[in-house]
């Protein structure tokens, strides 16, 4: 069996994701659950299930990103701007712009040839430009994600939400159905709007060669159809997506590993 050779954890917003990976950077243990408050039982509850497997994990160096990080007993902590760059170059190989929607934040980042940032912009002010948008609404209208795109595909027009704000957008939907404004043209409307968002805030980027999509509203095949409209460019969908930021983490901690720093 292959060894573990270091572990990430990107104590996030919404949800606690942990990765192991042996020496090559491969995936051979991961867990996402939704964050608790209490991150560092959780943290120890899940290193523990790892260390259960794999023995030699015990000694594995472990470093945290995310908004929790600091409250994780790591031997560094590393901001999720670093972890999501390394961790999607992994996967792409290549430079590229990296849009990672996260329940709380959404971020925009330029990864240049060595997986380094270069440059970055963040919308954490507003849960309006984030998956928290989409997933407060879908709650309210009792669709389930997997529902989404089943929703979305038809040639219903979208009906336009205008409202930015999370609260007041949740009101706007209620009473667009009370309207008799169909359930397929509002949730079109919903991906539109959030996508619109997204679109702003990575718009300077749009001229890289390649654009990456991370978080987990990359599982929303409705919300990739509408951000690739909205940015006017193919976008690829990062492998694991929920995982990059931990998986970042955990080649943070290769690094460390190897006597060189996990920032730079």
Request: net charge positive; proline share 7%.
């Given at each position: 069996m292959t060894a573990v050779a270091a572990i990430g954890v990107?104590?996030?917003?919404?949800?606690?994701?942990?990765?192991a990976i042996d020496a090559a950077?491969?995936?051979?243990?991961?867990?996402i659950e939704p964050a608790h408050p209490k991150l560092e039982?959780?943290?120890e509850?899940?290193?523990?299930?790892?260390?259960?497997?794999?023995?030699?994990?015990?000694?594995?160096?472990l470093v945290a990103t995310g908004y929790?990080?600091?409250r994780i007993p790591a031997r560094a902590a590393v901001t999720e701007i670093t972890c999501h760059a390394r961790g999607s170059f992994f996967h792409l190989k290549r430079p590229h712009l990296l849009i990672d929607v996260g329940g709380q934040d959404t971020k925009a980042i330029r990864v240049g040839a060595e997986g380094e940032v270069l440059d970055f912009a963040m919308n954490d002010k507003?849960?309006?430009?984030?998956?928290?948008?989409?997933?407060?609404?879908?709650?309210?209208?009792?669709?389930?994600?997997?529902?989404?795109?089943l929703h979305t595909a038809g040639a219903e027009p979208a009906v336009t939400v205008s409202n930015t704000c999370t609260v007041f957008a949740e009101s706007e939907v209620v009473s667009l159905l009370a309207e008799g404004a169909p359930l397929e043209g509002v949730l079109r409307?919903?991906?539109?709007s959030l996508a619109s968002r997204v679109a702003q805030l990575a718009g300077r980027f749009v001229d890289d060669p390649r654009i990456g999509l991370s978080g987990g509203v990359a599982l929303n095949p409705a919300m990739r159809a509408a951000l690739?409209?909205?940015?006017?460019?193919?976008?690829?969908?990062?492998?694991?997506?929920?995982?990059?930021?931990?998986?970042?983490?955990?080649?943070?901690?290769?690094?460390?590993?190897?006597?060189?720093?996990a920032t730079r």
């Open positions: 990107d104590a996030g917003s919404t949800a606690f994701k942990l990765v950077g491969v995936i051979l243990s991961a867990s039982a959780q943290a509850r899940l290193l523990a299930l790892v260390r259960a497997r794999f023995p030699e994990a015990e000694a594995a160096p929790g990080r600091k507003c849960a309006a430009g984030t998956g928290r948008f989409l997933e407060v609404i879908l709650a309210r209208l009792a669709v389930p994600l997997a529902e989404v795109a409307g919903l991906h539109e690739t409209v909205a940015v006017g460019r193919p976008i690829e969908v990062v492998p694991d997506p929920q995982l990059v930021g931990a998986l970042g983490a955990a080649l943070s901690a290769l690094l460390t590993k190897a006597g060189n720093p």
